[in-house]
């Protein structure tokens, strides 16, 4: 008999495993491919001592991982480099340099300079226009070819410590749009716990809104949250960013997975314009003003922010302390941004 | 890789083209065993070798020297396969022969030179083969990359642009999958397998 054939038929009797769960045979593909945590490792030995199936079936993954091994090699005919320089010839190919960057237009220096603004709603009014965070399954990725730099960035938050990915973040944070990030994550009320947290660690100030605190203490994992920020630096974004992104690679709770970005679309801006927040002009003279209440006594701060209320309360963004921050708000500062970020959990 | 790739690059991107040939000299055969079991047939990987190198030739501006060489050409390569495999549709090629494909030659080792030997290993890349290409591509790509070339998940989730936990999760099913093809193609068998 055919060598393979042996090697698959140990496998094929379909009640031979039937005892070991889905999870534990991944487990134990992994551990073939000695592919795992620390961790993982320690709950696969203790399996395989636990369990003889286990072992069964580890040694036959053993032996299956030998079997290409026994294809032969091929190779292709020594005059194919000549071929594809022929071709590259015939086509008129050559070397496309990348589009340049679109200029980073200098923004215009307001007195007063820096502010930074951060508000929060929470509901579900995000959710008609939520755009689609691929399901990671049907990733394929895309060909590097000298397109333009695509404008939507899809990323797991545990690559965020590659540095081409982080590249590739920075480029498109820095672009000059309002920026949308929509975060995928487990739980939608610990990670905005842990994302109000980062952003209170970055020195940021931090207003919530009574339905927000009130959703958050109901620690619900299905609930999303909205983050509307302004004046924060690209820099600083990243920054938070990776701090999520190690934390997503080792015990957090908050379970931040995947991250899309995209430009800020009319829709979410009005949204945003909804709920009483709008995005303020970078022309002083367009600049919207939010309400016609009487200027707040608040100090305007280097940074400080603002939660909104549910959209299902009435006009969230004219609860009193969201009215006096949006007055209270500075001009946006040379190279700050306008973000709107978006916690959804993956139940939602 | 070596050093001398980004020598090669650098004359390439001057306009050196000859400089590309050796490049593709250096790569093309890894490139190839890689691809031939992603597109199941010699001929069809020949060409899709062919375009990834075209379109890395292309692309060469945007090889920024944060990965190996290799490693960039390679994540070309593979999802020109895919995207090959999907644009062409060909979803089974059941009776894929030596003879009949024209590059699923048994190897052709002296030392293995007993008669018979070279039959039975034909026959055996043949059924591997003839099961891989019933693979979806996302399956067929992962266990190539790790079974045949020994890449590190980490690096298979940087060049499918998956999650790792997706590509472990993909290589498991698609080892089962395997395993049910290879299975049912032996129940199919009339009597050949028990010689």
Known sequence: MLRVQAVWNSLFDPGRFAM????????????VDGEMTARQRKATLHLLHQSSEARAFLRDLQENAHLFKLLPHHSL??????????????????????????????????AGAAAAAVLVAVGLWYGATRPN???????????????????????????????EKIETLRMELKREAPVQLDLGVRHGTRAIERFVQVLKENKFDLVMSPVAVASIKKNQPKTQYVVYAEG?????????????GNEARGKGQAGFESLVVTSLDSQNRQKLSDQGVNLQQRNASEKTSPAKTKAPALPSPERFAVVLTNATDGRPGFAPEVQAFLDSRRELNPGGMQLLVVLTPAVA | MSADDYGLIASCLAGKTQ???????????RLFNTVIRMVGNSEDARDVVQEAFLNAYQSLHSFKGDSLFFTWLYRIAVNTAISYRRKRKVLLRLHLGAEESGGID??????????????????EERRVHDALSRLSPEHRAVLVMKDLEGQKYEDMAEILDVPIGTIRSRLHRARLELRDILAKDEEDLPEKGSD
């Open chain 1, 20 to 31: 070991l769960s889905e999870h534990d045979k991944e487990l134990l593909t992994a551990f």
């Open chain 1, 77 to 110: 005919e020594f005059s194919f480099a000549t071929h594809v320089l022929s071709e590259i010839a015939a086509r008129g190919l050559r070397p496309i340099a990348p589009k340049p960057q679109r200029a980073h237009r200098r923004w215009p220096v307001w």
């Open chain 1, 133 to 163: 965070i691929a399901d990671p399954d049907d990733g394929v990725a895309k060909l590097i070819l000298p397109e333009p730099p695509p404008r939507k960035i899809e990323m797991a938050f545990k690559d965020l410590v590659r540095p």
């Open chain 1, 232 to 244: 924060i630096k690209a820099e600083e974004v990243l920054s938070m960013l990776q701090q999520l």
């Open chain 2, 19 to 29: 400089a590309f040939g050796e490049l593709v000299t250096r790569y093309q055969d």
């Open chain 2, 106 to 123: 048994p190897a052709d080792s002296s030392e293995e030179s007993r008669p018979g030997h070279a039959l039975e290993l034909a026959e």
